[in-house]
């Protein structure tokens, strides 16, 4: 026997987007706003399968340049060096600073890769009206917004390194276009997950019976 899930939707509230407060509609034609923060209340996003599409193009577009060319040009009295990020990370590695290393890597170039494949697995899933896996799938989601912000970490590092080295006299580094596409990625990644629904999640299927096989 199945049974039919019980979503806010069929149940007459919808969440502030804000806030998370849960509220009455004002009507039909409108969801009015919050009685906590004064949010403007909407039923459902508009349009968020295609603009959450068209952001993660958009960053994946931005992925490649953002990892080919340097984000930084060393110079010295003796060289010019410039860096990607995974020369970086390499760089860092050999200097015996492996920690900072791992955190470069992942946070730089395994978050940004990983929140694309999985914004696009949902998206799919929603756009297929899977009814599998609907709990997990929303645990994802909030992961993504949970680790969202730890992309901007390579940025912070290469302002502080810049910010600190100018200091010294004989040596200077200088940011290259790769923080420009990588801080694009970031950002696009981050509206990305902002504007995907997952209300959408559980629009897809009308029951629960078998939803996590």
């Known amino acids: 026997m199945t049974r039919v899930l019980l979503t806010g939707a069929r149940a007459g509230v919808v969440q ?94 395994m978050i940004p890769l990983g929140k694309l494949i999985a914004l696009a697995y949902l998206l799919i899933t929603v756009q297929l009206r899977s009814n599998r896996r609907r709990r997990e799938r929303v645990r994802l989601y909030r992961m993504l917004k949970a680790v969202g912000r730890w992309s901007m970490l390579d940025v912070f590092v290469a302002t502080i390194v810049v910010a600190l080295v100018q200091l010294r006299p004989f040596m200077s580094i200088v940011p290259e276009s790769g923080v420009m596409f990588f801080t694009a990625v970031v950002i696009l990644t981050i509206f990305a997950a902002g504007t995907f629904d997952p209300r959408l999640i559980w629009d897809s299927g009308g029951e629960a019976g078998r939803e996590d096989d």
Not at 58 to 77: D, E, G, H, K, Q
Not at 82 to 106: F, M, Q
């Open 16 to 109: 502030c987007d804000a806030c998370g407060l849960l509220s009455r509609p004002a009507g039909p034609e409108g969801a009015g706003n919050c009685r906590r923060c004064g949010e403007m209340l909407a039923f459902r996003r508009r349009n968020p399968i295609q603009r959450t599409w068209a952001l993660i193009i958009a960053a994946a577009i931005c992925y490649l340049p953002a990892n080919i060319l340097p984000v930084m040009t060393t110079r010295t009295l003796k060289s010019v060096e410039a860096d990607t990020i995974l020369s970086g990370v390499v760089r860092l590695y050999e200097s015996g600073s492996w920690v900072l290393a791992l955190i470069i890597l992942v946070a730089s170039v």
